[in-house]
């Protein structure tokens, strides 16, 4: 009832109000009620966010030496932790860091047996069920990803890299199955498929 009242004032053809403030109004009550629309999209659906670091160099941010330029990215978060393949490229929370969101790709999923890195203390981890392990494709230590804190539980993942938006001359499709993704080094269960 208020709501409409509210309404009907601006919408009325009233003399006392000056026309171009009814127009102005209209339009920012119009605005107003897209913005609810827009943050449920931003949150739940798809974002372009801005790749800040090198743990996935040379995939993203391949200039990173010789400007400040960083790649943006199109981050599909409708249902990330459903089918997952070897090699996807992922937006995760940290584990070591929750307020952070973190870039990393997909190298083994449940059941696999990945040969770890360093610093991790263990040769071999089997990753237990709702859990994948992710690393970047950068060069040994640039990176924060399972070799530090293990495997990651699929609850953590809040999106999946489909595309690059910026720079132009990568635009596209972010080809992530042509990515060896560390074959030699798992052993992928026959129940992960």
């Given amino acids: 009832m208020a709501s409409s009242s509210i309404w009907s004032r601006f919408s009325s053809t009233s003399s006392t109000q000056p026309s171009i403030l ?4 209209r339009k920012l009550f119009g605005f107003a009620t897209w913005i609810p629309v827009i943050a449920m999209v931003n949150l739940h659906v798809a974002e372009l966010t801005v790749v800040d670091g090198n743990s996935m160099y040379p995939t993203l941010n ?3 030496n010789s400007t400040l330029r960083r790649d943006v990215i199109f981050n599909w978060k409708w249902s990330p932790q459903e089918n997952l393949e070897r090699g996807m490229v992922v937006t995760l929370r940290s584990p070591t860091h929750p307020e952070k969101i973190a870039i990393k790709r997909v190298v083994a999923l449940e059941n696999d047996v990945v040969q770890t890195k360093a610093p991790h203390p263990l040769p071999t981890v089997r990753v237990p069920q709702g859990h994948v392990w992710v690393e970047g494709d950068g060069p040994p230590g640039s990176s924060l990803d399972s070799n530090t804190y293990g495997p990651v539980s699929k609850q953590l993942l809040t999106g999946r890299v489909t595309h690059i938006v910026y720079p132009f001359r990568k635009i596209g499709s972010l080809k992530w199955w042509e990515h060896p993704a560390a074959a ?3 052993k992928r269960s026959e129940f992960s498929e």
């Fill in 22 to 25: 009814r127009a102005t109004a």
């Fill in 184 to 186: 030699d080094r798992v």
């Fill in 62 to 64: 391949d200039e990173k």
